[in-house]
Nanobody, 115 residues
Framework: VQLVESGGGLVQPGGSLRVFCTASGFTFSSYTMGWFRQAPGKEREFVAAISWNSRLTNYADSVKGRFTISRDNAKNTVYLQMNSLKPEDTAVYYC?????????WGQGTQVTVSS
């Protein structure tokens, strides 16, 4: 199993960024997928999730209305579109299944929101 996150970078407050997670080694299209993040000195937290067929999504209150999760089962990829970014969104972003599999964590992708 491999989950590879990409697309992070440095963005100014109010800006947008889209991060990607490509999966291999399991039947991606059968699983609910989620995005998580970990800021320096803090525990990893839930950000967003999407059902296997994209019909259901849910978001942490802190990102609701600003972030959008989507997926393409043909490409084994889940996306997180982040708009109106704030400095407090700075973190390493990870994807995983829901429920989380501890052995599935990838290296994450760094998102830094700063002027």
């Amino acid at each position: 199993v491999q989950l590879v996150e990409s697309g992070g970078g440095l963005v100014q407050p109010g800006g947008s960024l889209r991060v990607f997670c490509t999966a291999s080694g399991f039947t991606f299209s059968s699983y609910t997928m989620g995005w998580f993040r970990q800021a320096p000195g803090k525990e990893r937290e839930f950000v967003a999730a999407i059902s296997w067929n994209s019909r259901l999504t849910n978001y942490a209150d802190s990102v609701k209305g600003r972030f959008t999760i989507s997926r393409d089962n043909a490409k084994n990829t889940v996306y997180l579109q982040m708009n109106s970014l704030k400095p407090e969104d700075t973190a390493v972003y990870y994807c995983n299944t829901r429920p989380v599999r501890s052995d599935y964590w990838g290296q994450g992708t760094q998102v830094t929101v700063s002027s």
